[in-house]
């Protein structure tokens, strides 16, 4: 792993932040939650104490009640009715599509099971909504064009009981001679003690058939009721039959026996004063039955604006899946003494509210841990990058540092005052030493070839000197033999001093433009002639090959190559010469059948004074060639390498010269 | 009267060796161990040859030196360097200095010998008055082996005994390529590849000195040179 990607890795680490930031942003979440639910709850309380005592408002009771009439209001009976708070007004049509379906907010009366109602109402603004589902296997309408009041063409029935503002008690009934809209009518004792049925214009309704019965819709204005409720149906087989009469009013008079529950209008009305976008008031009778709201929770949706792209993105992250609850407070309504609870406030808050003020700090901070992380991670990387250019730096100079010239005069990064720098520092000493110290193996070759070379001289001069003089043929066998072992000697000697006599003539070489195609065309035509045991192919590229160099230096290289070649390859072969050219460089490459190369030092092949020889060769040798053509090779500024063929096809020697 | 060769050289032994082997020659020998002896020696009487280390005792460009004095006291003396260093830069000196040839102490007893004789029929055959005697003619080109002496255009182009013979090998038959080994036969040398190209390059050097479009020495790469008229 590079040091650059540990280090990126260890720059991700900074995205902890953000993670934390998120983990933050939800206790800041629910410590906002408790905080929205605190004020709530105080909002709620405050409300509620503005509402204490209020049962004109809550129950249209008169203001200033006893608690002994409180409590008498808020005892439940059976016949009540508890109308719901509408949040739309129905049509009046007879259908119960517009209603709300909560089987739960049906009332039932019941005579026996083949008589039974069922009584669905609602409040909406001042008005009061009520749809009958009557169950009726002969439903009976009255005839038409009779008068109401005629007992003979009578059918259905539906009486209303209730009290009026004053407390009086009234009576209206509804009949229709059809399907479609009905007006209800109250009975009139005439000036001459006749009877007659007046109409109720306040209250209307559609009476529509249903399957197994029918369904009556009626609206009556609040304003006209009073305390207490009822519905009663005569049920008739036939017109003028006798009656079944049951419902909420008592079946002999008529007389209310259930109460009506609902709030005052102005209820509404003064809740609405506290409404808000998000919010929702609601104000229930002790046993649930809610009796004003007012909902804007959904308001809020539609005035705040979507959040942006990024925020949603975030939200998608850090929240939970799932939708979040609305906070709810419920704070109970007392009467005036403050023994009787007389309501329930609910104030119910949708969580946009917090949410929109986390996602707002959310985004915020992760924006801001997320820059600060793309900074500290580029950051890191770019370090990292100038770690790792500083170290290839130093790994390349300290590679190349040091040449057969010596060490380079400039180490990088010396200067540093940091680690590297210190690395950098010894690296520099460390080599400096190895530089000397291969300065003084390199000369030691030429020193000893120079002391050994005078008593060399004095041994084979000497040696001549009595070939001259008068021996016997025995002594001459072994002055012989003396003469021979001093050549050697010799040979060995001047062969030491070669590789710096080489570096001299290589120092001191002229450079010229040439073509390398016909230079070497010739000299592999001088190869065929001076080894004729072995055949020579040239693959030379096609058109001229201009090098600035040393002709001569590259010819010597040439001929070192095809030396080592004819060395190693068997009598008869092949050996092949080959110029390729790309646009950079000129590469020289010499191929020959053979034994592959040596496997223990592969790299040492070019070096000088090394050799690999196989045994019984007895011939001075120091394996100076492959070093005189790396040293040609590098006064071109090029490369020597070597490679086996494969499959054991022998080895390839090339020389990469830049152009 | 015998000719008198002068060893200037440090190491008794080898001193001694080789006034052993002029001796057997037929020439007289004064031998010296350093610059001081041999300086008072010359300037009482010139040897006809000298024979100089370059390394003398605690000087080690004593010899150099040495040539320079001599040099200054006869400058027609052929003087020969003998000497274990075989570095180009101490050639290209001893030769600018004046000496007539610079020769390594590798060469044999036999081959020393046969540079001498050579230079002494240089010395003799420039005193003798002109004669057309064994004269080599190539186009501008005038060898004198009896002088080994080389002239272009009318010119003498002062060659050492060792580029005197290459050149001799190479215009001898033009056109026909000699390569390294044949020319250092001809010029009854030991050197190495290297050795061969810087004479090479010396001798092109010469002739330009007195013809600066002179190109008649041509490398045949990977085979050695040849004359070309």
């Known amino acids: 792993m590079s040091l650059r990607l540990k280090l990126l890795l260890l720059g991700l680490l900074t995205l902890v932040l953000p993670w934390a930031g998120c983990r933050y942003a939800r206790e800041m979440e629910s410590a906002l939650r408790e905080g929205e639910q605190t004020s709530l709850e105080s909002v709620a309380e405050t409300l509620a104490t503005s509402l204490e005592g209020r049962v004109d408002l809550l ?124 007006t209800a009518r109250y009975i009139e004792t005439g000036e001459y003690g006749q009877q007659l049925a007046e109409l109720e214009p306040r209250i209307r309704g559609a009476w529509q058939l249903a399957p197994g019965g029918y ?42 026996v259930g109460r009506l529950i609902v709030a005052a209008p102005e209820l509404t009305t003064y809740l609405a004063q506290f409404s808000q976008p998000g919010l929702k008031l609601a104000v229930s009778t002790p046993a649930g039955q809610v009796l004003a709201r007012v909902d804007a929770l959904k308001r809020v949706a539609e005035l705040a604006p979507a959040p942006p792209l990024i925020a949603r993105l975030y939200r998608r992250f850090v929240d939970q899946p799932g939708t979040v609850p609305p906070i709810e407070a419920q704070v109970p309504i007392y009467d005036r003494g403050h023994a009787q609870v007389i309501g329930t406030l609910e104030v119910t808050q949708t969580p946009d509210r917090w949410l929109r003020l986390r996602d707002r700090a959310l985004t915020r901070m992760l924006n801001f841990t997320l820059a600060t992380s793309i900074v500290v991670v580029i950051a890191m990387f770019a370090f990292a990058a100038w770690l790792a250019l500083r170290l290839s730096r130093l790994r390349q100079a300290s590679e190349s540092a040091l040449t057969r010239t010596g060490l380079i005069a400039s180490f990088p990064d010396t200067d540093s005052r940091d680690e ?138 040439l001929d070192k190559l095809i030396d080592n070649a004819v060395d190693f390859s068997p009598p008869g072969s092949t050996i092949t010469v080959r110029l390729l050219v790309t646009p950079q460089a000129a590469v020289l490459e010499v191929e020959n059948p053979g034994p592959p190369l040596p496997s223990e030092a592969p790299g040492r092949l070019f070096e000088s004074l090394w050799q690999s020889r196989s045994e019984g060769d007895n011939r001075p040798h120091f394996g100076l060639g492959l070093y005189i053509v790396r040293l040609i090779a590098e006064f071109h500024g090029g490369l020597a390498s070597a490679e086996d063929l494969p499959e054991g096809g022998g080895v390839r020697f090339s020389v990469r010269l830049p152009l | 009267m015998k000719r008198l060769i002068a060893i200037v050289e440090d190491e008794a032994a080898i001193r001694d060796n080789y006034a052993a082997a002029f001796a057997r020659e037929g020439y007289a020998v ?136 290459i050149v001799h090998a190479l215009a001898r038959h ?48 990977g085979m050695g040179y040849r004359w070309v008229e």
């Open chain 1, 215 to 256: 369904r009556l819709e009626l609206r009556v204005p609040l304003s006209m009721l009073g305390a207490s409720f009822g519905v009663l149906v005569d049920d008739r087989d036939a017109r003028g039959a006798i009656p079944v009469s049951y419902g909420s009013l008592h079946p002999d008079d008529l007389r209310t």
């Open chain 1, 420 to 557: 590297l720098g210190d690395v950098a520092r010894s690296f520099s000493s460390l080599l400096g030493r190895l530089n000397e110290y291969t300065g003084y193996l390199r000369s030691l070759a030429g020193k000893l070839a120079h002391e050994i070379r005078t008593p060399l001289t004095i041994v084979r001069s000497s040696l001549e000197n009595l070939e001259a003089e008068q021996v016997g043929a025995s002594a001459r066998t072994y002055l012989e033999r003396a003469r021979q072992g001093s050549e050697r000697l010799n040979a060995i000697l001047v062969a030491m001093g070669a590789a710096t006599r080489v570096e001299e003539a290589i120092g001191g070489a002229e450079r010229s433009r040439f073509n390398l195609v016909p230079l070497i065309e010739s000299a592999v035509a001088a190869y065929r002639g001076a080894f004729p045991e072995r055949r020579f192919t040239a693959e030379l590229a096609a058109g001229p090959v201009m090098m600035d160099g040393a002709p001569d230096l590259i010819v010597q290289m």
């Open chain 2, 174 to 221: 033009p056109g026909h390529v000699r390569n390294r080994q044949q020319l250092m036969d001809a010029a009854n040398v030991v050197l190495d590849d290297n050795t061969i190209t810087s004479h090479v390059k010396r001798i092109r050097r010469k002739f330009q000195g007195v013809d600066p479009h002179f190109d008649a020495v041509q490398t045949v790469y």
């Open chain 1, 59 to 182: 129950y249209r009771a008169p203001a200033g009640a006893e608690s002994q009439d409180t409590a008498a209001l808020l005892k439940a009976g059976p016949y009540d009715l508890k109308p719901l708070a509408l949040t739309a007004a129905p049509l009046v049509d007879g259908y119960s599509e517009d209603w709300p379906r909560d089987p739960r907010a049906w009332a039932w009366y019941e005579k026996d099971p083949a008589h039974r109602f069922g009584v669905l109402s609602g409040v909406f603004e001042r008005v009061l909504y009520l749809l009958l589902d009557v169950h009726d296997e002969h439903p009976v309408f009255d005839a038409p064009g009779a008068s109401p009041l005629d007992a003979r063409s009578t059918g259905d029935r539906i009486w209303l009981g209730f009290q009026d503002p004053e407390g009086t008690e009234r009576e209206v009934f509804i009949a229709a001679t059809g399907p479609g809209a009905v």
């Open chain 2, 30 to 165: 004064r031998t010296y161990a350093n610059r001081a002896q041999a300086m008072s020696a010359f300037a009482a009487r010139l040897p006809d040859l000298a024979v100089i280390d370059i390394s003398l005792e605690d000087e080690p460009e004593g010899g150099f030196e040495l040539c320079r004095q001599l040099r200054a006291l006869a400058p027609a003396l052929p003087i020969i360097f003998l000497t274990a260093r075989d570095s180009e830069l101490d050639a290209v000196s001893g030769l600018r200095l004046g000496a007539d040839d610079f020769l390594t102490k590798d060469l044999s007893l036999a081959h020393l010998s046969a540079r001498v004789n050579a230079l002494f029929r240089r010395v003799d055959a420039l005193r003798k008055p002109e004669q057309a005697g064994d004269v080599l003619r190539r186009g501008p080109l005038t060898l004198d082996t009896e002088r080994m002496q080389a002239q272009w255009d009318g010119k003498v182009v002062l060659l050492s005994l060792t580029e005197f013979w």
